[in-house]
């Protein structure tokens, strides 16, 4: 069945957010609270979070952005919000400058033209879905119309870790960074120490890719301490509760040459009341510290456990298998007040009764659809 014409593109101008075209999926969201949004189909127990933006809850940062819109959302000079975000952020993350964008693509692209040019080298290795720019969409199948060849042909995926330690080894002279989730939900224990290693014997920067990963299961990078350390690494998503901005990270020596050298800008970069929503966001994640992030994982944990055979992953979040009923299955979900896309994300919003309810509905969606 043909799609409806819109004003915009597809329905919608993010390709994740696009019309299911299901029984009882809804179509349109309203306003969320918590770990609850409203649709045209209802109030639903939701575990898209926003595809993976959302950690805190709906509306969790949204004072501080009010409080931010009364005084300043941009200007010509740089702002104190900007700067003392930027030092909250490198707090919690161990690293020494930041650069701000709008979102994680824009992030990714920076660390891997900065990469290139450290390293005089052009070849990219990775391990998932890293943005929407040329240098990397190539690894999105179907959806590379556009690009140039020769980009495609620097940039190879590698899956699974005893490939990527083969092609590090193999390319040893040619490969300029390995951009990498240090968690995937296919693989989400790789084998860091051996890989960056191996990488840097090569002569090639490590980049940890942290859109999704960063700040979902501790309070700052995924791995817990004593965690691998990269060279470089990019935050969004969570780092705001949803609002638009991601970043680079690294240490002096490398984040100097966007001084100069390797442009990285944008007039919107430093929109204060994104970069309010993130030193809120940031300050209620150090609240909740190890332990309130514990219970988050413990949580996913039992959501996990209701889902087995289903997902693989990590406990803050569960990624559908492909199957032929997964459709059906996200349909009667939504018919009994659970949202999913993809993903199970766990929310700190999602509480122990949040939880229970939802394996009870899990539990009598797979009965239903049979599986």
């Known amino acids: 069945m043909a799609r ?31 770990a609850w949004i409203d649709t045209d189909k209802g109030a639903m127990l939701d575990f898209t979070a926003g595809l993976g933006a959302i950690f805190l809850g709906y509306g969790a940062e949204s004072e501080a952005v009010r409080a931010q819109a009364d005084m300043l959302t941009a200007a010509a000079l740089p702002t104190r919000l900007e700067e003392d975000t930027a030092k909250l952020l490198c707090k919690m993350t161990g690293w020494q400058q930041v650069r701000f964008c709008k979102n994680g693509s824009y992030a990714t692209e920076a660390a891997v033209r900065l ?72 693989q989400p224990k790789w084998p860091w120490v051996s890989i960056i290693r191996a990488a840097h014997k090569a002569g090639a920067l490590v980049i940890f890719d942290e859109v999704i990963t960063g700040f979902r299961m501790h309070p700052g990078p995924a791995l817990a301490p004593p965690r691998p350390r990269p060279d470089l690494a990019c935050y969004g998503k969570a780092i705001t509760n949803g609002m638009p901005l991601a970043a680079l990270a690294g240490p002096r020596k490398l984040m100097h040459h966007l001084e100069q050298d390797v442009f990285m800008s944008g007039t919107a970069a430093g929109e204060c009341l994104s970069l309010a929503a993130c030193k809120d966001t940031l300050k209620q994640m150090q609240a909740l510290g ?9 949580r996913g944990r039992v959501l996990g456990t209701a889902l087995t055979g289903l997902v693989r992953g990590y406990p803050t979040r569960w990624q559908l298998i492909p199957r032929s009923e997964l459709d059906q299955l996200r349909s009667v979900l939504a018919r009994r007040g659970v949202l999913v896309g993809n993903d199970f994300f766990v929310m700190a919003a999602h ?17 239903e659809v049979g599986i």
């Open 4 to 34: 409806p014409y819109t004003r915009v593109v597809g329905g919608t101008s993010t390709y994740s957010k696009a019309a299911r075209g299901l029984p009882d999926y809804p179509t349109r969201a309203k306003m969320g609270r918590g």
């Open 115 to 186: 990469a290139r040019f450290v390293t005089g080298r052009e070849l990219v290795l990775t391990n998932s879905y890293h943005g929407s720019h040329s240098d990397l969409v190539c690894a999105t199948d179907g959806k590379a119309g556009g690009v140039m060849d020769s980009c495609a042909e620097k940039v190879w995926p590698c899956l699974a870790p005893a490939d990527m330690l083969n092609k590090i080894v193999g390319l040893h002279d040619e490969v300029a960074c390995i951009l990498v989730e240090p968690m995937t939900p296919a």
């Open 290 to 298: 190890e332990a309130g992030y514990a219970g988050v994982r413990n």
């Open 351 to 367: 509480t122990g009764e949040d939880i229970k309810q939802a394996c009870q509905v899990i539990a009598e969606a797979r009965k």
